[in-house]
């Protein structure tokens, strides 16, 4: 097992239409979220691919307006960006290992679903969603969802720890549909959402096409942003 994720430092450092997902968007205009009754740490937040990937790779999917279709708490998703490498890439947790306080990070599986309205994986993969939290508070920080992941082991369930580097399943490469608008492989990809518990996270903004180690922190939850689609 390689080292690095281990020793993760929580730091705040093709053509994908994926409009037929799951969950319709919740507007963001009239939410409120609630407000942090004391300042947490924060949490970084990685590619969700073992290895190489590339943020954006053709210009089609930044952050700072990429389209987000799940919910969590209630509200759309902070933000979501498309993460690309060629099918059969271990797909990971995209959390890190330690809050900014040095405290254990604890991970669990909050959902496991087909990504697409369809229901047939073969349109688009499963979405897997992750909770991650201070294992020194409790306290939960955030949530990431995973989605067009392929080959997912049975004990990847609701409930489920998972470690950094416990394989969530692969990239793959699916049918071409309203879901996954996808032409060949260098345009597989694994859809990423992000957000807090309270307030906003936010992204890493860099050029489309930028290459991505798995130790690239790509973002941050925890942190007190006051919007929707903001760059940390």
Known sequence: MPPRRAARLAIVS?????????????????????????????????????????????????????HRVFSNW??????????????????VSPFGSKTSAGNPVSVKVVTVTPGCATGNLADGGWRIGLEASDGATGAVVGRADVMHVDQKPDAISVGATV?????????????????????????AHIHLEVINKTKYSCFIARPAGT??????????????????????
Not at 76 to 90: F, K, M
Not at 163 to 187: A, E, M
Request: proline content about 8%; aromatic content about 8%.
């Open 74 to 91: 209630g509200y759309l998703n902070d933000w979501s960006v498309d993460i690309y490498q060629n099918p059969g890439a271990t797909v």
């Open 163 to 187: 470690g950094p580097w416990t394989r969530l399943g692969q990239t793959g490469r699916f049918r071409y549909s309203s879901c996954y608008q996808v032409n060949g492989d260098t345009g």
């Open 14 to 66: 093709v053509l994908s239409a994926t409009a037929a997902l799951l969950t319709a968007p919740i507007s963001h205009a009239q939410e409120t979220r609630p407000a942090r009754a004391q300042s947490a740490d924060t949490v970084a937040v990685y590619p969700p691919i073992q290895g190489p990937s590339l943020w954006d790779r053709f210009g089609q999917t930044p952050p700072s307006s990429h």
């Open 211 to 232: 290459a991505l180690s798995d130790e690239t922190s790509v973002g941050s939850v925890g942190t007190l942003n006051t919007g929707p689609q903001q760059a940390c």
